[in-house]
């Protein structure tokens, strides 16, 4: 990041001017609005860190999201019902919810203690879908990002059990699959993802990935310090981009066990099953053919 | 009060969770039902009964070509709906050509259709080869040199392609994030292959017996290998289920649980082992009704495996203490 840009922003170092100007126009690159070159392939990878401990739950991100990326409603199954159990009306991160607050509610002295998180897809270092996908629909873009190409995808619906977050998912009515493009279109047009423009609080900060990481374990260290013993960093390879999945590139700052928040803690990638998975059945298929050798030969 | 001390008495004396969010699922179940379970079946089948041809026409000798023709035909005839029953499952069908259009080693999925297409056309270049034998055989000619080679070579390529098919799909199950399946991800895949090799076997001996078929020193051969498959089959089956541990609910209990139990371990293994135990003590004119009812009883015994992995997985995926159980 060089100075002449002029003040560099106080959280994700994205002058905040030109990420609100829609009208901006120059090339993308010609400015380097990130302090990242957004279209050469030595780009370093974008994405975002999410504080559970700042998120108010007002949901603006998943409106934006919605909005921007026009996106059906999601409760139309359920006929636009309430979930009754919490304001969490959205439930899962979905084909057409791919911001998703949630509300953990949880007795504490004072009566109840609120811990909110915005969930999103974590553009995986090394991601399940994108291992799984057999027509190459989903790709990683210059960004770093992981993106279904909505007109390669042909619905076969392997990435969806093969994401170790619970992120794609078959869509009802178009029959695809769907997750968060971390604005795609909005990166090549030099804007931030709408979901971190619409945050009010800087819960959903978006930035180059490894000073998000640098940011996020400060924070975690300065919640510690004020006595958030609970606090961790999830999103490295200790914790959420474990088991060969290499870290992930939407971060995530839990003031809570990660399952509270319904993460898994230790993911595995599950393309590390093949080996062991082929190699046994390989070695069964060889005990076959010596049986019907053995066999043969005796009877012949 | 200081800044430490509101944070203290805001958010951190929150109780430690009950694990988990409502009992919503953390990763997403997949979509596949009958169609998968069909073609699972179908598929195992088709690639199985070409390995049992391969291993006939190789090492069968002269008395093994009777059964590997059946078993020729029948590999082609269970391959015709598979390519129906995935491009049914799919989302949007008519864009089943776009899984051509690339290839992806970390995909079981993507190799699995390359595979899936070697393994089509080899089957039907080696049922028209039958299918010219049968004719050259009525006008007693019999086919010359060339024709053997390349009898041959079809037969080690279908065998080959043949384990394949009906080997890859317990590793495509096993590479996912479902609990059920990609725990013992070393013992589904053999589970798979041993469950394909036993519907192979069974379904080509059902026609054998049906349609009559000389017996011969080949069809001694095929009890032994069905025999030896189902067996190495209930064993996995066995096996897996206790490796998995608590993870192992879905086909354990319930209804899923009853499948496994009564329906492919019961009927489907248990029941055809003791039928063919008893046959040699069986009257000379029970012995074929009595080979039928026990390929007819593997074969359902197969397809209630397939059922309970598939819908199990299903159910495994459903439940978040699952996923923190693996995930820690």
Same mark, same amino acid.
């Given at each position: ?117 915005? &969930? ?8 399940? =879908?994108?291992? /799984? +996908? #057999? %027509? @190459?629909? $989903? ?45 795609? &279109? ?8 709408? =979901?971190?423009? /619409? +945050? #009010? %609080? @800087?819960? $959903? ?96 | ?328």
């Amino acid at each position: 990041m060089t100075s002449d840009r002029g003040p560099v922003p106080s959280m994700i170092g994205i002058p905040s001017k030109q990420l609100n100007d829609p009208l901006r126009t120059s090339r993308p690159g010609e400015n380097d609005p990130y302090g990242v070159d957004l279209v050469s392939q030595t780009l370093s990878a974008v994405g975002f860190l999410t504080d559970a401990t700042i998120c108010i739950g007002c949901k603006a991100c998943e409106v934006a999201c919605k909005q921007w990326n026009q996106l059906p409603a999601d409760s139309q199954a359920s006929n636009f019902a309430m979930t009754g159990f919490s304001y969490d009306n959205t439930v899962d991160l979905g084909a057409s919810t791919w911001r998703h607050v949630a509300f953990v509610e949880r007795p504490s002295r004072d009566g109840i203690a609120w811990l909110m998180l915005s &969930d999103v897809c974590k553009h995986c270092v090394h991601a399940g =879908c994108l291992d /799984a +996908c #057999p %027509t @190459g629909a $989903i790709i990683r873009t210059e960004f770093g990002s992981v993106v279904i190409q909505d007109d390669i995808c042909n619905g076969c619906g392997y990435c969806v059990p093969a994401c170790p977050f619970g992120v794609p998912q078959l869509s009802h009515s178009d029959g695809g699959s769907h997750k968060c493009t971390l604005c795609y &279109d909005r990166l090549r047009g030099g804007l931030a993802p709408a =979901c971190a423009t /619409a +945050c #009010p %609080t @800087g819960s $959903i900060r978006f930035g180059a990935v490894e000073e998000l990481r640098g940011a996020g374990r400060e924070r975690v260290a300065t919640l510690k310090a004020q006595g958030l013993d609970d606090a961790r960093f999830y999103g490295d390879d200790e914790m959420g981009g474990s088991g060969g999945i290499g870290g992930l590139n939407a971060m995530f700052v839990l003031n809570g066990p990660p399952d509270a928040f319904n993460l898994p803690a230790r993911p595995r990638l599950p393309r590390l099953n093949i080996a062991p998975s082929a190699a046994a059945t390989l070695v069964a298929a060889a005990g076959y053919c010596l049986a019907a050798a053995f066999s043969f030969r005796r009877h012949r | 009060m200081t800044p430490q001390e509101r944070a203290r008495s805001t958010i951190s004396h929150v109780q430690p969770s009950q694990r988990g969010y409502y009992d919503i699922p953390v990763i997403h179940g997949p979509h596949w039902k009958w169609l998968i379970i069909g073609y699972f079946y179908f598929g195992g089948i088709a690639g199985a009964s070409a390995v049992i041809a391969a291993f006939l026409r190789l090492l069968g000798g002269k008395s093994g070509a009777p059964l590997a023709r059946i078993a020729t035909y029948i590999s082609f005839l269970a391959l015709v709906p598979c390519p129906v029953l995935l491009i049914l499952d799919l989302g949007r069908p008519t864009r089943f050509f776009h899984m051509l259009r690339t290839f992806r080693v970390t995909s079981p999925m993507s190799i699995g259709t390359w595979g899936l297409t070697t393994f089509g056309g080899i089957s039907a270049l080696a049922t028209g080869l039958q299918l010219l034998d049968d004719r050259l055989a009525c006008s007693r000619e019999r086919p010359g040199g060339v024709w053997r080679g390349v009898g041959t070579g079809l037969s080690l390529l279908g065998g080959l392609s043949g384990f394949f098919v009906a080997g890859y799909t317990g590793v495509l199950l096993a590479a996912t994030a479902v609990p059920l399946w990609s725990k013992r991800p070393a013992l589904l895949g053999p589970l798979f292959l041993s469950s394909a090799m036993t519907s192979g076997a069974a379904a080509i001996s059902a026609v054998a017996w049906i349609s009559q078929c000389k017996e011969s020193g080949a069809h001694e051969q095929l009890r032994a290998l069905e025999t030896l498959s189902t067996v190495t089959e209930a064993s996995l089956l066995v096996t897996w289920i206790m490796a998995l541990g608590s993870t192992a609910k879905p086909i354990a209990e319930g209804h899923l649980g009853a499948v496994a139990r009564h329906g492919a371990v019961g009927a489907g293994m248990a029941l055809p082992l003791t039928i063919g135990a008893l046959s040699p003590y069986l009257p000379q004119r029970l012995r074929r009704p009595a080979a039928v009812l026990s390929a007819a009883l593997t074969l359902a015994g197969v397809f209630a495996v397939r059922y309970a992995v598939v819908m199990g997985g299903r159910q495994s995926a459903d439940d978040p203490s699952a996923t923190f159980d693996m995930t820690g």
